[in-house]
């Protein structure tokens, strides 16, 4: 298994109040990625980072902010969290950059905004 | 943009029984295939992947063929298992030229299979 860890597992706050999200990589990797995972929409990118401080938006970026000071951590954050941010957040990281190279998962984080 | 359709469910089988899940495509340019699983409260698992067209990816009894001209890359498993209950998700990637590739996903297929 790919060693990546996020932290918190699971998550309940109160809406408008900051959020941040860890992830964790042992890896070495350059390249890493936040998702969210919603019923009815897959996982949809939300920001991604392809080395130390530089990071650009996915997909569903807008809410989310992001930073990357190390390799092998990546934040992510909720400025003010919103009930639509209620949601199973996914960490990859990718050795490599381009479509044929795997991306690995970390474990999730249950995100529960009140 | 790139998109993934896949059949949501729950699809449920029998032991033993022949499994697909279809997978279709549209992509801006020529796209990996991935298909991955994610067991009951865990994350996504890489099952298999194609790189190119005809190629067939395979793993733990799973196999997938890149299939170019119905964009398709259908999920099969000859004798499923108890075991093989859980979420499927077909993806795409297309090289953007950029800083990264993020995947695209289909919306995931429940499998559930009964003793």
């Known amino acids: 298994d790919a060693g990546i860890t996020q932290s918190p597992r699971h998550k309940v706050t109160e809406t408008g109040t900051p959020v941040t999200l860890r992830c964790h990589q042992t890896e070495n990797h350059r390249y890493m990625y936040w998702y969210r995972q919603d019923p009815g929409h897959g996982l949809r990118l939300i920001h991604y980072s392809y080395g130390v401080k530089d990071t650009d938006k996915g997909e569903v970026s807008d809410g989310y902010s992001v930073s990357r000071s190390k390799t092998e951590d990546f934040l992510l954050t909720l400025e003010s969290a919103t009930s639509s941010q209620t949601s199973v957040y996914f960490c990859?990281?990718?050795?490599?950059?381009?479509?044929?190279?795997?991306?690995?998962f970390g474990p999730g984080t249950r995100l529960t905004v009140l | 943009g790139d998109s993934v359709t896949q059949m949501e469910g729950p699809v449920t089988l029998s032991e033993e029984a022949f499994l697909t899940i279809n997978c279709t495509y549209t992509a801006t340019g020529y796209p990996s295939l991935f298909w991955y699983v994610q067991y009951p409260g865990e994350g996504l698992q890489l099952l298999l992947k194609?790189?190119?067209?005809?190629d067939k990816g395979s793993n733990k009894g799973f196999e997938a063929t890149y299939r170019k001209e119905t964009t398709s890359f259908h999920l099969e498993k000859g004798s499923v298992q108890v075991s093989d209950s859980a979420v499927y998700f077909c993806?795409?990637?297309?090289?953007?030229?950029?800083?990264?590739?993020?995947?695209?996903f289909g919306k995931g297929t429940h499998l559930i299979i009964q003793p």
């Open positions: 194609a790189t190119k067209a005809d």
């Open positions: 990859a990281i990718s050795e490599l950059s381009g479509p044929t190279d795997t991306q690995y």
């Open positions: 993806a795409l990637s297309v090289g953007s030229g950029g800083g990264a590739d993020g995947l695209t």
